[in-house]
């Protein structure tokens, strides 16, 4: 993704925060806006990413299977994230006043089941760490998937609170924020699964032997 994509993703979203405004906090394009915002994190997180490591292709650390239990997780923490959006335009935050339209579900429901999926995500990011131990995996992917664990456990306890404590604003902030730091380290997480080091290192092998044994 060149510099020109990135400039229209943070512009975008600009624009869609003028729309949000423009038609007084419509609940779907509040999501859509937090949704564009996890896009333009992901795209910051791996610029970061990359301007730590060489510009050789990428090299997977972890077999197949790993990479699609990867895969999983990270469509799991997207859908949690969409339906939590979803919780939100249903809920009760319209913003300065009463009188926004909410999103035609079952609020109750729907916090259910953006738990439910945060339950997944959980559990999928447990088994990633548990085969990535197993399979004796390097310490940086086995420390972000711990890290995330973490966070997950962290953030799963302000989504009961503010559930069962008619969502305090504070605490509703810091769900958001913590929804972001998720984000950031689910790609760490995929990111720390392959490396790309400055150059290529030549590993002997039969060629290198061939040309020492004529030297
Ligand atoms: C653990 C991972 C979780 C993540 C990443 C996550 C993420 C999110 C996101 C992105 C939103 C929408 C924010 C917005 O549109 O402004 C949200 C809202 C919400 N989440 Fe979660 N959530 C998680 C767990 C939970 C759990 C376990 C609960 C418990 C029921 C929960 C309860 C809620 C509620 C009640 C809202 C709506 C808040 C409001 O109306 O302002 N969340 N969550």
Request: aromatic residues 8%.
């Amino acid at each position: 993704m060149c510099i020109r994509d990135r400039f229209w993703i943070v512009m975008s979203n600009a624009v869609l925060g003028g729309i949000v405004v423009l038609v007084g906090l419509n609940p779907y394009t509040v999501a859509a806006h937090f949704v564009a915002t996890s896009a333009l994190i992901a795209v910051a997180t791996v610029m970061w990413q990359r301007t730590r490591e060489g510009d050789t292709a990428p090299r997977p650390l972890v077999g197949k299977a790993v990479r699609q239990l990867m895969w999983f997780l990270t469509a799991a923490a997207v859908l949690l994230i969409l339906v939590g959006t979803v919780v939100t335009g249903a809920g009760p935050h319209a913003g300065d006043s009463s009188e926004v339209e909410r999103m035609p579900v079952d609020w109750e429901t729907v916090s259910k089941l953006h738990a439910v999926l945060a339950w997944i995500v959980v559990t999928l990011t447990f088994a990633l760490w548990f085969v990535l131990k197993a399979v004796d995996a390097p310490k940086g992917p086995l420390n972000r998937t711990r890290e995330l664990f973490l966070i997950l456990l962290a953030q799963g306890v302000i989504g009961y609170v503010q559930y069962f404590t008619d969502l305090p604003e504070v605490l509703v902030g810091l769900h958001m924020f913590g929804s972001a730091v998720m984000w950031i380290w689910v790609l760490r997480v995929a990111l720390s699964l392959r490396e790309r080091p400055e150059v290529a290192v030549d590993l002997p092998g039969p060629a290198a032997e061939a040309s020492l044994t004529k030297a």
